[in-house]
């Protein structure tokens, strides 16, 4: 199947970017929090989701987070902790970058946690899940799947990319030659914490334009209706004519006094 064009990708979303606006207003109105998780290998395209998602969304409204790695302090906490913080409240939508997956994927492969806190986070993930589902947040979770093929394009191409080489960290090119044990690192983690109350939801994302339409569609879809009736705001007139600018060349303010 032929990668969509740039033009063909904008006209189907831009439709989905109107529900996902109404959707917003939903979720304000109505006081939900709403929570959505990304994950996946390296390059395979969390980030350009996450944008279209919250391209035309109030900011103050939709938080994209993004921790960076747990400082001396973090590490001595509860390992959910530092992301307890940045859940939504009433009205608001929080999109993680990477989540408390991490450590069943990148710090598992890479040594970053010893075994015992990786069998705790299994069985500790769909407990602390459970509770965020109960207590009335909205959870999905989405694992972006790319191929190894299509994952050494993409490095080559931030490689080479000046304007992309800072998507390339140390553990971004470790992770090349640890692509079969980050596929077993996922299975574990599909099997471990795939729930009812909590499910994972894999969107194919080798062709990222056709993967960023499935996934808004399905995150759409598997919301309740959220459009409400808005009444248009009148603008009143303005009391007097509306009044030029006066444009010109730009000139320097004149120095400051002596004191």
């Known amino acids: 199947m032929d990668k969509l064009k740039r033009k063909q990708y904008e006209q189907l979303l831009e439709p989905m970017q109107l529900e996902l606006t109404a959707m917003a ?22 980030g350009g989701a996450i944008q279209d998602i919250a391209r035309h969304l109030n900011p103050r409204q939709c938080r994209v987070v993004a921790l960076p790695k ?20 009433a009205g608001e939508i929080v999109l993680m970058d990477r989540s408390w997956y991490n450590r069943a994927g990148v710090e598992k492969v890479m040594g970053f946690c010893t075994d015992a806190q990786y069998h705790a986070f299994l069985a500790q993930a769909p407990v602390f899940e459970r509770l965020l589902v109960d207590d009335g947040i909205l959870l999905f979770k989405y694992w972006l799947c790319v191929d190894q093929e299509q994952q050494e394009k993409r490095f080559a191409e931030r490689r080479q990319n000046p ?8 553990v971004d090119l470790r992770s ?7 596929t077993h690192a996922r299975e574990a983690m599909l099997e471990a914490t795939h729930s009812h109350h909590a499910p994972w939801t894999l969107v194919d994302f080798n062709d990222q334009k056709r993967g960023r339409l499935t996934l808004i569609r399905d995150l759409l879809d598997r919301l309740p209706e959220t459009r409400l009736d808005e009444a248009l705001i009148d603008l009143p007139p303005l009391p007097d004519a509306p009044k030029k600018e ?5 000139k320097p303010l004149p120095p400051f006094a002596p004191e």
């Open 25 to 46: 207003h939903w979720v304000q109105h109505s006081g939900q929090r709403l929570l959505v998780l990304f994950e996946g290998r390296d390059t395979a395209g969390k």
């Open 70 to 89: 747990p400082t001396d302090r973090e590490c001595t906490q509860w390992y959910f902790q530092r992301h307890v913080a940045h859940l939504p409240a």
């Open 176 to 182: 090349r030659v640890e692509y079969a044990a980050y």
């Open 246 to 250: 006066k444009y010109g060349m730009v």
């Open 163 to 170: 304007l992309k080489g800072w998507k390339l960290s140390p």
